[in-house]
């Protein structure tokens, strides 16, 4: 006895396969050369569509002619590609949705959907040639800098992935570190002494409320910086007490700090942008810029 | 007396055949899967699925349903297999539940196999490619078992549908589960 239902339920996968693979073979273009199998996402990726994605993508093109960095920030996105030998573009665009598409000057064009912690497209016009390229999203370290709507406070905000490390003071008396993580657009850092920041990615800036000390908040505005834009610091003693000095550091060089010895608090010396040092009562110094991965405020 | 292992062999010979052909042409199903798999380029680009945050995510959605029923499944085919007297609705609840959890896994199994290909990057990634192509295997083996059922050994069914069951739910520990635990439950 045969029975034929079974191979209708053969029949019938067989079918829906092939219209999912002619689907496919429709709405993909052929892409990349990493092998990779079932889910391969990378660290910190923002995974719902409805908030911006904010990140930053790195690979390659398929035949290896270009590196590939995308960065996304809300609806704005730069790519930067690089072929060595100074063949290097720098492109901006938008983003719509999981697309983006971005040109260039002189004439090499981008364009490219999101799917997840990966991204695929299409180059074209790069040294005459067209190709497609695949990315995988990237921990990505950023400095945000800004300061108080009224310029009370100055700030300077470092992420390394999702975590982030920030400073932020007057010059003078008022100062305070926070730490923090970032969660898709979301950043939110807080300090000792009820210091606390939240804030907001959108685009190339970051929007929020910051809160010096309990009673001390204000909104601020902080754009993504390039250096020598950053948090700095230095742990030294100075006549026997230890001090921890701060910096907030603008892209312009224009920078605020406040040394803290014991409960003693005055403007921290001029840093040396060049070489972050710094002199203090006769001595020399160095400081450190701060990554968002750092720990600033102890547990 | 000595006719008791004469009267054996014919029926053991009865239904050898049939079944090798189910199993090989299983084993050649996975083979298929497996070459193309690894021989295609894989895309990394496939259709996006509506509602969900990622491809993933759909993925991994219709992976859990097609277990939920593979359970389903278990139940069912239990009882069918070991007592005659099972409800006919549960033979039709057994048909369907399977014919709904397959076709739920067709989409998935072709990013998989399309835009992604078999990896071995980790153990994890080379088990739920391996195992992927054990899963359609054993189905395909286990459909041409339905369809001489009279000429199957007995065992052959429980076998094939215990392998289908065991393969589905391990394909999904691999990969759904496994993006539910590092990311996290949400669409």
Known sequence: MTRLGPLITLGSVLVLAVVFLLANTQAGKPVSTVASATATPATTAPATTSAPLHALYAGRSSGDQVTVAIAINGHKVAADLNAGQASEVSLQGSVNGSKFTLTSSNGPRLTGSISGQDMFGTVTGFLGQSFPFSAAQAVVQAVYTGRSSGNQVTLAVATDGDKAAAYICNGKTIEAWLQGSVNGNQVSLTGSKGANLTGSLSGLDMFGTVTASAGLSFPFSAELSPRPAGVYQARIAVNGLATRIGWAVLPDGTQLGVAVAGTTKYPAPLLDLNNDSFTLDGASFTAAPVAGKDTVVSP | ?187
């Open chain 2, 1 to 187: 007396m000595t006719s008791q292992p004469v009267a054996a062999y014919p029926a053991r010979d009865q239904y050898a055949k049939p079944f090798l052909v189910a199993l090989l042409s299983g084993c050649g199903v996975a083979l298929a899967l497996g070459l193309y798999a690894k021989l295609h380029h894989p895309t990394k680009y496939a259709l996006d699925v509506a509602g969900f945050s990622s491809p993933l995510y759909a993925k991994a959605w219709l992976t859990t349903a097609a277990v939920v029923l593979a359970v389903v499944q278990l139940i069912t085919g239990a009882r069918i297999t070991r007592q005659a007297a099972a409800p006919a609705w549960m033979a039709g609840l057994h048909r369907w539940s399977g014919r709904i959890a397959i076709l739920l896994t067709v989409p998935v199994i072709i990013h998989c196999i399309y835009a992604l290909g078999f990896g071995t990057y980790s153990a994890r990634v080379i088990a739920h490619s391996v195992l992927g192509c054990i899963f359609y295997g054993a189905f395909v083996t286990k459909m041409l078992c339905l369809v001489r059922r009279d000429a199957m050994p007995r065992w052959a069914l429980p076998v094939m549908g215990g392998v289908v069951f065991v393969s589905l739910v391990a394909l999904w520990a691999t990969s759904a589960l496994w993006l539910f635990a590092t990311k996290g439950v949400h669409s």
